[in-house]
């Protein structure tokens, strides 16, 4: 079997070349577009309206325009129930809720994000050349965003932290600091899967290159949901590589880590606090953690009260003072990196399950946590028809849903995790990630 995640070699055969990047056109776009700085607030339904959110809809207009030019039935029955699952919670929350007005962009949302963009993704893909296309650019993608945190960092030209303007958040600035280091932990995740699936060879000391790579960017965001997120997604692939090799590789890293962080000080003080904060989380939480452990109170409130069809989407803000406690702040501060003194208003739980378990009740829960576990029990059943896809597909997958324990839509980024649940679509449910 040819190795599905080989750095693409020069063939002579141009005219290939050209039709396989144009049909792939739309979606690198919308990769290449999340470079562009870009503004927005974490309002729990990711209305920002980017330029990397246009191209996601001209990504979907496309798709949908070679579907009717082929006449063809675009998508199988299992595909069409999986990725339309969520269609059912977001409508009857919509119609069920208090103002069903308010709710219509949030439908629009949440149907781009986890319907369209994904099925687009899906069709758009068509062989295992065509993912790996898609993830390599997914890695620079990680690849320039931690860069450019790096510097950032070394510069202190950064997002506020602890008073100093050293946060690495790449091109989304101090609003969306989860963006960043969203992006690298896919990029990483990815080149984890690669490097553990391929064979020994130049695709496997690229992919182990641009992981160490990533690896100062991702600390330097000090985003402890994100390293939370990464360990957990790579220890998986590592032990579906193999106990043995999971033992091998867990000594090597954390002997970068050391390397790292104690040798060359990469932000050692403060990446250690951060790192020990991680176990205080319950017994001595910071302003951040109350806040966050004070919504997600909130959030069971308001499912407790509407628990089959939740208070309606976008319904959080509107319920989030008359379900919360005093504990709750008025909002956080941002600044740095180019911006001003921000005080953000905390408008979602920052925990997607409670966020739909609120908004949108068990129903549209189960809708839609039920069309994802469906990827991800198929995605590794498959496993053995491919290492490096299956590796890669479910690494991604699997760091977008422990991630979503500690984060909801939200900010620039979030597009992009709709190009990833397209990617772990296109090999949990296509014949062509079976072959």
Same mark, same amino acid.
């Given at each position: 079997?040819?190795?599905?995640?080989?750095?693409?070699?020069?063939?002579?055969?141009?005219?290939?070349?050209?039709?396989?990047?144009?049909?792939?056109?739309?979606?690198?776009?919308?990769?290449?577009?999340?470079?562009?700085?870009?503004?927005?607030?974490?309002?729990?339904? #990711?209305?920002? =309206?980017? /330029?990397?959110?246009?191209?996601?809809?001209?990504? !979907?207009?496309?798709? &949908? %325009?070679? *579907?009717v030019r082929g006449g063809h039935r675009p998508l199988t029955r299992t595909a069409a129930v999986v990725l339309g699952l969520p269609v059912l919670g977001v409508c009857l929350a919509s119609v069920t809720s208090a103002d069903p007005a308010a709710s219509l962009p949030?439908?629009?949302?949440?149907?781009?994000?986890?319907?369209?963009?994904?099925?687009?993704?899906?069709?758009?893909?068509?062989?295992?050349?065509?993912?790996?296309?898609?993830?390599?650019?997914?890695?620079?993608?990680?690849?320039?965003?931690?860069?450019?945190?790096?510097?950032?960092?070394?510069?202190?030209?950064?997002?506020?932290?602890?008073?100093?303007?050293?946060?690495?958040? #790449?091109?989304? =600035?101090? /609003?969306?600091?989860?963006?960043?280091?969203?992006? !690298?932990?896919?990029? &990483? %995740?990815? *080149?984890?899967?690669?490097?553990?699936?391929?064979?020994?060879?130049?695709?496997?000391?690229?992919?182990?290159?641009?992981?160490?790579?990533?690896?100062?960017?991702?600390?330097?965001?000090?985003?402890r949901g994100a390293w939370i997120a990464t360990v957990l997604a790579c220890g998986a692939q590592l032990l579906l590589s193999g106990p043995a090799r999971a033992v091998r590789v867990a000594l090597a890293a954390g002997a970068l880590g050391v390397v790292l962080v104690?040798?060359?000080?990469?932000?050692?003080?403060?990446?250690?606090?951060?790192?020990?904060?991680?176990?205080?989380?319950?017994?001595?939480?910071?302003?951040?953690v109350t806040d966050r452990y004070t919504m997600w109170a909130a959030a069971g409130r308001m499912w407790r009260a509407e628990p089959v069809t939740g208070v309606g989407l976008k319904g959080f803000p509107a319920y989030r003072d008359s379900n919360a406690s005093i504990?709750?702040?008025?909002?956080?501060?941002?600044?740095?990196?180019?911006?001003?003194?921000?005080?953000?208003?905390?408008?979602?739980?920052?925990?997607?399950?409670?966020?739909?378990?609120?908004?949108?009740?068990?129903?549209?829960?189960?809708?839609?946590?039920?069309?994802?576990?469906?990827?991800?029990?198929?995605?590794?059943?498959?496993?053995?028809?491919?290492?490096?896809?299956?590796?890669?597909?479910?690494?991604?997958?699997?760091?977008?849903?422990?991630?979503?324990?500690?984060?909801?839509?939200?900010?620039?980024?979030?597009?992009?995790?709709?190009?990833?649940?397209?990617?772990?679509?296109?090999?949990?449910?296509?014949?062509?990630?079976?072959?």
């Amino acid at each position: 079997m040819a190795t599905a995640l080989t750095v693409p070699a020069v063939t002579p055969d141009v005219r290939d070349l050209l039709r396989r990047a144009g049909v792939l056109s739309p979606v690198l776009a919308v990769l290449a577009l999340l470079l562009v700085p870009g503004g927005g607030s974490r309002d729990g339904t #990711g209305g920002t =309206g980017t /330029v990397a959110d246009a191209a996601s809809g001209l990504l !979907v207009l496309v798709c &949908l %325009v070679r *579907v009717v030019r082929g006449g063809h039935r675009p998508l199988t029955r299992t595909a069409a129930v999986v990725l339309g699952l969520p269609v059912l919670g977001v409508c009857l929350a919509s119609v069920t809720s208090a103002d069903p007005a308010a709710s219509l962009p949030g439908v629009a949302r949440y149907l781009q994000l986890f319907v369209l963009v994904p099925a687009a993704v899906l069709l758009t893909v068509r062989d295992r050349r065509d993912f790996a296309v898609v993830v390599w650019a997914l890695v620079g993608l990680a690849l320039l965003q931690g860069a450019v945190g790096v510097v950032q960092y070394l510069t202190g030209t950064g997002a506020s932290y602890q008073g100093e303007d050293i946060r690495a958040v #790449g091109t989304f =600035g101090p /609003v969306d600091v989860m963006g960043m280091a969203t992006v !690298v932990s896919y990029g &990483l %995740v990815a *080149v984890t899967g690669i490097a553990l699936g391929s064979r020994a060879g130049r695709t496997r000391t690229a992919a182990l290159c641009c992981g160490a790579l990533l690896v100062v960017p991702l600390v330097l965001s000090f985003s402890r949901g994100a390293w939370i997120a990464t360990v957990l997604a790579c220890g998986a692939q590592l032990l579906l590589s193999g106990p043995a090799r999971a033992v091998r590789v867990a000594l090597a890293a954390g002997a970068l880590g050391v390397v790292l962080v104690g040798g060359l000080g990469i932000g050692s003080a403060m990446v250690e606090e951060r790192a020990a904060s991680i176990t205080r989380v319950a017994d001595a939480p910071d302003q951040s953690v109350t806040d966050r452990y004070t919504m997600w109170a909130a959030a069971g409130r308001m499912w407790r009260a509407e628990p089959v069809t939740g208070v309606g989407l976008k319904g959080f803000p509107a319920y989030r003072d008359s379900n919360a406690s005093i504990a709750l702040s008025s909002g956080s501060d941002t600044a740095g990196a180019g911006a001003g003194y921000v005080r953000q208003p905390l408008l979602s739980p920052h925990n997607m399950y409670l966020l739909v378990l609120s908004e949108q009740g068990l129903l549209g829960l189960l809708a839609l946590t039920g069309g994802w576990l469906v990827l991800l029990v198929r995605g590794l059943r498959r496993r053995r028809s491919g290492a490096e896809c299956a590796l890669v597909a479910t690494g991604l997958l699997a760091w977008q849903l422990v991630d979503f324990a500690y984060a909801d839509i939200g900010g620039p980024s979030t597009v992009l995790m709709s190009v990833v649940l397209g990617l772990a679509a296109w090999w949990a449910l296509t014949e062509a990630g079976s072959a």
